[in-house]
């Protein structure tokens, strides 16, 4: 097609480069081409277009091609046309503005660090493309036409009943369909479970483990919930501590950051409060697939479906690019988290849930965990023996599970190895940006590894850099 100067200055005021390219035929190639012009800023409000003639015979072609192209665009708010005064640019018409940022000006979160070891995802490398593609097909090809109408809060059933299945079999749950709702994972789950700004189905003071994530720490802060922490001892939370809470938030399988599972002396005494006191248990199960040194331990909520909410996610299995999580509920909380949902779905992908439950029937997830538990084992193993040989004073602390391990550093060091891992390109954190603001347990200092974070190429580098980072003997 043709691609011409209008190179009359005189009657546009500058040299216009048009291009009639792509489909549709001349006349959509300039409408395009104009409006390109327009919105981009190369034609400035107010400027006078060349009548049709002329315009025609610089683009070769026809009259009218012009003047459609002109009235669509007219129509359409890009131009004016005035008797006398001809057609003009609209002067409202707003430039594109380049985006502030240019390429040049990254910030250096965005670039990414050179080595990445910080906790929080999985190696997306080994995203299971080819089987949630299969699974995704599969999905889409089979689904009933209701289900490209509004998604019901619940989620669907297929969903609900691949994980009643999966979750009793590989976390020890306890449930049915009905008392599980689909979710965007545990963010989400504590969104509805809470509400923004009041109105939840569980009200605080909510008991924390002393050292968790900030982000949720910080939910909770926002939907006006009091969080009080429980210390952590090397048998997980102090629930002993627990009194008047209406309920606590706890990582059973790992204790997130520092790594060991609650003991099951624990584990009973929790749900012994939980039942004297009419109070609840919240199981956020994040990595409970991910054990390497025996068989995972099962799920809580399988000691007390009534008392406890287990909450899981795809975040570590899969990717947190997915956004999809379970939460299962004791009866009684049910409907009120499906009131807090809405009436219709307005999270969770329709399509995306039933890939998973797709993924899930078909043993395309048991296959990916496997898969990543002998990746993240090996990876985990590659750590230990990195640090005896380089670090041997750096401990590895907590069980050999998930995606992450903490290093035990001699006290007051913290600051100082995170900031020499910095200036090695490693991006880790620190305990501290863990631990509660209001807890009296005694700092612990330590590095959290994310060691499931690098592709498997990049991950030797990393660990060779962090090994350079770690204090002397
Ligand atoms: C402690 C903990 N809980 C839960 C999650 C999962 O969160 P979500 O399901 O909202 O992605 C994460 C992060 O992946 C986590 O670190």
Redesign the pocket.
């Known amino acids: 097609m043709a691609d011409s100067w209008v190179n009359s200055a005189e009657r546009i005021g500058a040299d216009l480069h048009l291009e009639l390219s792509g489909q549709g035929g001349r006349r959509a190639a300039l409408t395009r081409a104009l409006r390109e012009a327009v919105r981009s800023g190369r034609l400035a409000p107010g400027t006078r277009l060349p009548p049709y003639r002329s315009l025609a015979a610089d683009l070769g072609v026809a009259r009218n091609t012009v003047a459609d192209a002109y009235a669509e665009l007219v129509a359409e708010g890009w131009l004016t046309a005035r008797q006398g005064s001809g057609t003009r640019v609209a002067a409202r018409t707003e430039p594109l503005r380049p985006a502030a940022r240019t390429p040049d000006k990254v910030p250096p979160r965005a670039r990414g660090p050179r080595h990445d070891l910080r ?3 999985p190696d997306a490398s080994a995203f299971p493309r080819t089987a949630w593609l299969a699974s995704y097909r599969r999905a889409v090809q089979q689904a009933p036409g209701e289900v490209f109408g509004p998604g019901d809060p619940a989620g669907r059933i297929e969903l609900r009943e691949a994980l009643t299945e999966y979750l009793a079999r590989a976390r020890g749950v306890r449930t049915e369909p009905e008392r599980i709702v689909i979710c ?7 969104r509805l479970l809470f509400g923004q700004g009041g109105g939840g189905v569980l009200r605080g003071p909510l008991a924390v483990e002393a050292y ?2 900030d ?2 720490r910080g939910l909770l802060a926002t939907a006006g919930v009091r969080t009080v922490p429980l210390p952590l001892d090397e048998h997980g939370a102090r629930v002993d501590r627990l009194g008047r809470e209406r309920a606590v938030l706890l ?1 059973p399988a790992h204790q ?2 520092t790594g060991g599972p609650l003991h099951p002396e624990r584990r009973a005494a929790v749900v012994d409060w939980a039942r004297a006191r009419d109070a609840l248990v919240l199981e ?1 199960d ?2 409970g697939e991910f054990r390497y040194d025996r068989r995972p331990v099962g799920a809580l909520q399988g000691l007390d479906p009534e008392r406890v909410i287990h ?6 299995s899969l990717s ?1 690019a997915l ?3 379970w939460m299962v509920l004791p009866e009684r909380y049910v409907e009120g988290v499906l009131a807090a949902k809405g009436e219709r779905e307005g999270w969770a992908s329709v399509l995306d849930q039933l890939s998973l439950a797709d993924f899930l029937v078909c043993g395309a997830y048991d296959r990916h965990v496997r898969r990543m538990r002998q990746r993240y084992r090996r990876r985990r193993d590659r750590l230990v023996r990195a640090l005896a040989a380089h670090a041997p004073q750096v401990e590895v602390t907590g069980v050999a599970a998930g995606l992450h391990a903490v290093l035990r550093l001699p006290p007051g060091t913290e600051r100082s190895v995170v900031k020499a891992a910095a200036w090695r390109g490693v991006a880790l954190d620190g305990l501290a940006a863990f631990r509660h603001p209001d807890t009296d347990m005694a700092p612990r200092d330590g590095l959290v590894v994310g060691y499931a974070t690098p592709s498997e190429h990049a991950y030797g580098a990393a660990l060779d850099a962090l090994c350079g980072a770690l204090p002397p003997e």
């Open positions: 906790q929080g995802t965007s994972g545990f963010a989400h789950a504590v968790g994530l982000f949720h990582t997130f950051p956020d994040y990595d909450v899981g996610s795809v975040s570590k947190p956004r999809l999580g």
